[in-house]
DNA sequence: ACACAAACTGACCCATCGGTCAACTTGATA
DNA sequence: TATCAAGTTGACCGATGGGTCAGTTTGTGT
C-alpha cells in the first residue's frame, strides 16, 4: 500500500548532506544567528534550495540536533552493559563532552527543543543515563544523591565553562569533567542544599 | 583646569537609568536579541533618548555589564580577610552565582569584552579571585591542583546547568554549587587530565 | 520672566534576514 | 533520446533592527 512515490534524486541527497554540513559549520562560527544566505553559499547552492529541503530555519536546526541527538544516544546506549558501572558512567560523560566540543549545538538545543523528533531521542538518552545513573550509584562508584537530571544537566557544563577563553586548548574539558565528576564521587561528599528537580 | 561643562539635566539622569533597568528587563527576557525600540519602548522614551546616552547597542551593553561586574568585585573584596579561607572562597562563588542567578548577564559578556572598562574590572576582579584561592589552597581547604582561573571560569556553572530545564527552582544552582565545590575539595581528588589554562 | 544649551522626539534610512515563487535545468525513466 | 516531474535558481517581498537627525521641548542659570 506504499504511495508510489519516485526514489529522490542524486543532486536532490548530495545537496541535503552538503547543506548539514555547511550549516553545521556556519552555526558553529556564528552562533544561533548564522544566515540561511550564508549556508547557502557555503553549500554552493541557492537560498531557495535550503527551503526546498527544509521548511524553515528551525526545522534545518532541527534536523542537525537530531543528527547529533541520535549519535550520543547510540553512544550512551553502548555503555549500558559495560562490565564497571562507574567507568561507564564516565565513559558517556567523556563521550558527550567530547562532541560537544567537536560540534558545539548546545545553544540550538533551545531552539530544536519543541521538535517531536528532537524530543523523543532527548528522551530515550535520559532512559540511558538513567540506567547509567543507577548502575553506578548501586556500586558506589558515585555519591548516593546524584538523579540522571544531575546528570543530564551537568553534561555539557565541562565544556561550557571551557568556552570563555578565547582560545581553549581542545581538550581542556577533560580537566573539568574530572573535577565535576570527582564532585559527583562518595568520598567526601557534602550534603546539597537543595533536593533534585524533577524531569522535565 | 576643568572644562566649565554644565551639570547634567535631572531628567537626563533619570531617563539613563531607566533605560538601563529596561534594557536588564528586556535582555532578561528575550536574551541578547533584544530590540533597543522594546528598551526605549519599556522605559517610556523614544528610541533616539537611547543613543543619546549610549552610543550603541555594545556601549549600553557594556554599561550593564559593568555595573554588575563592579558590584561582584566589591563583593569580592569584601570575603578577602574572612577568617575562614575555605568558607570565604565558597561565600564568593555563592555570591557570584546568585547574582548570576538574579541578572544574567553571561550571554552579554562576550558582547562587551572588548570594552576596557569591563576588561579593566574582570582583571581585578581575577586578581580577588587569586588571593581566594590561594588561602583557601593553603589552608588545604580545596585541592592543591586547582587555580584561580579555574574558580573564574567555573563561577557562570551552577547557575548555567540550570538553564536547561524550563522552569529551574530559583535556588537550584545551590546544588550544583555544591557538586561542583565538592569537586574542588581535597577529599578523594582524582588526578586532572589537563593542566590548568594561562590566563587570559 | 528670559534665554539657551542640553535633552528629547519620532520619522526616516539602509542593511539584513527569513521566506516565496515563477521561470528555468536536469536527472532518471521508458 | 524524448519526456517530465523533481530539483534548482535568484530576484523579490515584508518585517525588523540599529542608527541618524532636523525640529521641538524642557530644565536651569541668570
Redesign the pocket.
Known amino acids: 500500500m506504499t504511495s508510489p ?8 541527497v ?2 541535503r548532506e552538503l547543506l548539514l554540513q555547511a550549516a553545521e559549520a556556519e552555526f558553529a562560527e556564528h552562533g544561533a ?6 549556508i547557502a553559499a557555503r553549500a ?6 535550503v ?3 527544509f ?4 526545522e534545518l536546526i532541527a534536523a542537525l540536533v537530531t543528527g547529533h541527538m541520535a549519535t550520543l544516544t547510540e553512544g550512551a546506549a553502548g555503555f549500558l552493559d559495560d562490565p564497571d558501572p562507574g567507568l561507564a558512567l564516565l565513559g558517556f560523560l567523556t563521550l558527550a563532552a567530547d562532541q560537544r566540543q567537536q560540534h558545539d549545538v548546545n545553544f540550538l538545543l533551545t531552539a530544536s527543543a519543541a521538535n517531536p523528533e528532537v524530543a523523543r531521542l532527548r528522551d530515550e538518552l535520559f532512559g540511558h543515563i538513567e540506567s547509567l545513573v543507577a548502575r553506578a550509584r548501586d556500586a558506589g562508584a558515585i555519591r548516593a544523591d546524584i538523579t540522571a537530571t544531575d546528570v543530564f544537566l551537568l553534561t555539557c557544563a565541562p565544556v561550557h565553562v571551557t568556552e570563555f577563553l578565547e582560545n581553549p586548548p581542545p581538550d581542556l574539558w577533560r580537566r573539568y569533567l574530572g573535577i565535576i565528576f570527582d564532585g559527583m564521587r562518595p568520598e567526601g561528599a557534602s550534603p546539597l542544599a537543595m533536593p533534585a528537580p524533577k524531569w522535565p
Open positions: 512515490t519516485r526514489p529522490p534524486r542524486a543532486d536532490s548530495r545537496n544567528e548564522a544566515s540561511i544566505a550564508d554552493g547552492v541557492a537560498k531557495g534550495t527551503f526546498r529541503h521548511a524553515s530555519k528551525e
